[in-house]
T-cell receptor, first 119, second 113 residues
Framework: GAGVSQSPRYKVAKRGQDVALRCDPI?????LFWYQQALGQGPEFLTY????????KSGLPSDRFFAERPEGSVSTLKIQRTQQEDSAVYLC?????????????????FGDGTRLSIL | AQTVTQSQPEMSVQEAETVTLSCTYD???????LFWYKQPPSRQMILVIR????KQQNATENRFSVNFQKAAKSFSLKISDSQLGDTAMYFC??????????WGAGTKLIIKP
């Protein structure tokens, strides 16, 4: 596709349910990032993939959060036993580059996000 | 740890006026990037302007320019001849060698007709 695609656009789940959020990066993009954006806040880093390798997962808030990118393209963010504090917009971004300088010297491409609401 | 602070939760100006959004940051890194992103209601983050810390010249993109004061760790965004389409949330962000973008809390900018 022409841009980063995230699905679903909206997700409503009951507390305690598991959810899976999908990110389709631009074809061929090496780097993929997940961010969590609570209502009225700036995004916060969750995790970073370089191809299929998860190089940094330091931002994942608890062991209920799990992300994967098994073939180095599509990524899934899974949240188990959802809590109300998990309600947020989850943003995905991708970049064609691996090095940090190039990642920031060229624009990262963001998706429209998934708005997750936990009832 | 790096931090980014945006002290203006909301700003409002008339169309065609100039507006300046403030951002300060804290870091011990020598080389890094600073960004201003625009987030309209559609939620997609759109890069407005980018500045590399080693470049002394302030970045400019059409009506958007920055005032980068490295010693003061300040990175303000000036929007000239503001347009209705500039209405959005604006986020200041910092990026360095750990790949993470560190974001401010955002400033809601309203351009009034």
């Amino acid at each position: 596709g022409a841009g980063v695609s995230q699905s679903p656009r909206y997700k409503v789940a009951k507390r305690g349910q598991d959810v899976a959020l999908r990110c389709d990066p631009i074809s061929g993009h090496v780097s993929l990032f997940w961010y969590q954006q609570a209502l009225g806040q700036g995004p916060e880093f969750l995790t970073y993939f370089q191809n299929e390798a998860q190089l940094d997962k330091s931002g994942l808030p608890s062991d209920r959060f799990f992300a994967e990118r098994p073939e180095g393209s599509v990524s899934t963010l899974k949240i188990q036993r959802t809590q109300q504090e998990d309600s947020a917009v989850y943003l995905c971004a991708s970049s064609p580059y691996a090095g940090w300088v190039l990642n920031f010297d060229q624009p990262q491409h963001f998706g429209d996000g998934t708005r997750l609401s936990i009832l | 740890a790096q931090t980014v602070t945006q002290s203006q939760p909301e700003m409002s100006v008339q169309e065609a006026e100039t507006v300046t959004l403030s951002c300060t940051y804290d870091t011990s890194e020598n080389n890094y990037y600073l960004f201003w992103y625009k987030q309209p209601p559609s939620r997609q983050m759109i890069l407005v302007i980018r500045q590399e810390a080693y470049k002394q010249q302030n970045a400019t993109e059409n009506r958007f320019s920055v005032n980068f004061q490295k010693a003061a760790k300040s990175f303000s965004l000036k929007i000239s001849d503001s347009q209705l389409g500039d209405t959005a949330m604006y986020f200041c962000a910092f990026g360095a060698s750990n790949y993470q973008l560190i974001w401010g809390a955002g400033t809601k900018l309203i351009i009034k007709p």
